[in-house]
């Protein structure tokens, strides 16, 4: 797995098993050495660590993520994938237009399926982690002088960061609020 500065962290009632099924749809590696269990990627990806909550999510979570998918057969695939696993559509206010399908995990968080996108960056099965920002550009910078991200797309609405060597998904500040209840995204070296 390549660095990509941060983790994101799901805070749920149930983390061997949440943590069990992100590994089996994104084909990735549970690791239960440490206290909290990890799900890694084997090539590009971000690590998810899963801790325990004594509270069921409520409301919209403030992070989410964004899978990607390579051509339409693999984006059919990965529905499937997902909806057999137990993810279930969900209407967050996205209107029937958008390119991608929005769904939930077991616990109810919040995911989007991509449509097929080119691009020049090797993402991993995970396209981007998505932040629910008042603020794009001044949460963007705070995490520029303090990670090694680098700022790599730029509109008034949404501030996109990367590595440097350009591997592993991307870190969008999207302007919009939610309550960030159950997933953080956590700087790491």
């Not at 995970?126 to 520029?144: E, I, L, Y």
């Not at 590595?163 to 302007?175: A, K, T, V």
Request: glycine share 8%; proline share 7%; net charge negative.
């Amino acid at each position: 797995m390549t660095g990509t500065g941060f983790t994101v962290e799901f805070a749920t009632a149930r983390p061997v098993q949440l943590a069990r099924w992100w590994a089996q749809v994104l084909d990735w590696a549970v690791d239960t050495s440490a206290a909290d269990p990890v799900v890694r990627a084997a090539g590009p990806g971000v690590p998810l660590l899963f801790t325990g909550a004594a509270q069921e999510k409520s409301g919209k979570n403030g992070v989410h993520l964004d899978l990607r998918s390579e051509s339409h057969d693999h984006e059919r695939t990965m529905l499937l994938r997902l909806f057999n696993a137990g993810a279930r559509f969900a209407d967050i206010g996205q209107g029937e237009d958008v390119p991608w399908v929005v769904m939930t995990d077991p616990d109810g968080n919040e995911l989007c399926l991509l449509e097929p996108r080119k691009s020049d960056v090797d993402t991993g099965a995970v396209h981007s982690v998505v932040v629910d920002s008042a603020d794009p550009a001044r949460d963007a910078r705070r995490w520029t002088e303090t990670t090694s991200l680098i700022v790599v797309h730029r509109e008034p609405h949404l501030v996109a960061l990367h590595s440097p060597d350009r591997s592993g998904p991307y870190l969008e500040f999207l302007s919009a609020t939610g309550p960030g209840t159950t997933l953080r995204v956590l700087p790491r070296p």
